[in-house]
């Protein structure tokens, strides 16, 4: 007991969080007080918000183990809960955080303006923020990780082009279906793949949002789009696999599948198995691990009081546009995902070779493709 008591100070007194007595009878859950001072070691702790499991299955299968290995590697405690969608309990897990001693907060918003009032909350108890694959906008948070949002929007429009002009299609029709007008990532992926169709010749003829990234709202809404345009598009660019596989299924309802090519993004398998058989012309791959590691890294190194440390792996920078401040970022590079290259996704460990090609057809369209 005494050479854990002993480890304790010693670790505290490195990341100079507090001086503290290293004796005999103190305490080891918090190292003791300091000689005559009453004062405590603040734990490392993070807390960390997600936002749902409707919008992508990603949340809870990735990062939630992802980052839960990271902490637990670092001997870094964390709380880890998912919002469900549901801004009223998105807030209250923060407060609870925050009253349960987190020194950190790594927070995937629902959006801004209930992010924010939380981002105030924790600047006036001292604690770091890092807005997390999402940037709240007016929020003012320490630190923000991502992949350079409008690329992938970028990479989901070129990718697309590629596909209609793979279809004999060079100008044309187009309709965009967009991620959610709450989530600012959802601007800036429409912002790069709106840039990129125009740029190459189309025409965008209609052009909407899903509320809440909902599967089946995308579905309701892009089948209102084809009736309304007569079906006539020569493709679609859909924000990430749910929406593009909601367009998928009424492109096939309607006998289309092959002549309006569709996108998406995140690499899930479902949208991978789509990609695969010829329903979405592609999708884009965020390799979630290292968004996972940059973020659990920085969470870490403020958690033990290393702003320095934080800095140094904070080399980038995003605007936020309410405010028209910098926020210090990590931000990755995405990779689009074709049929020939569903490999590179399993070759990384993200899904696995028996997820992928889990029924005949699909096996077939694996070993076309190098899937294994």
Known sequence: MKHRALVACAVAAALSFSVVACGDDEPESNGGSSQGSGAQETK??????????????????NDRPLLKEAFDAAGV????????????KWSTLADQMLNGGANVLLIVNLDSPSAAAVIAKAKQQGVPVIDYDRLTLGGGADYYVSFDNVAVGTAIGDGLVKCMQDNGKTSGNVALLNGSPTDNNATLFKEGYQKAIEGAGYTVTED?????????????????????????????????????????NVLKREGATEEIPTTGQDATVEGLQHVLLGSQCMTVYKAIKKEADAASALAIALAKGDTAAADKLATSEATDTET???????????QAIFPESVKDVVADGFVTAEEVCSTSALQKACEENGVS
Not at 44 to 61: F, H, M, Q, Y
Not at 77 to 88: V, Y
Not at 324 to 334: A, G, I, R, T
Request: negative net charge.
């Open 324 to 334: 028209n401040q910098k926020v210090k970022s990590v931000l990755l590079e995405p």
């Open 44 to 61: 490392a702790k993070v807390g960390v918000i997600l936002p749902d499991t409707a919008s992508s299955k990603r949340w809870e299968n």
């Open 208 to 248: 909407q949002a899903v509320p809440d990234w909902d599967n089946t709202k995308a579905g309701t809404i892009f089948e209102q789009m084809f009736t309304k345009a007569n079906g006539d598009f020569v493709g679609v660019a859909a924000a990430n696999d749910g929406l593009g596989i909601a367009v998928s």
């Open 77 to 88: 405690e964390s709380d880890i809960q998912n919002a469900q969608g549901d801004k009223a």
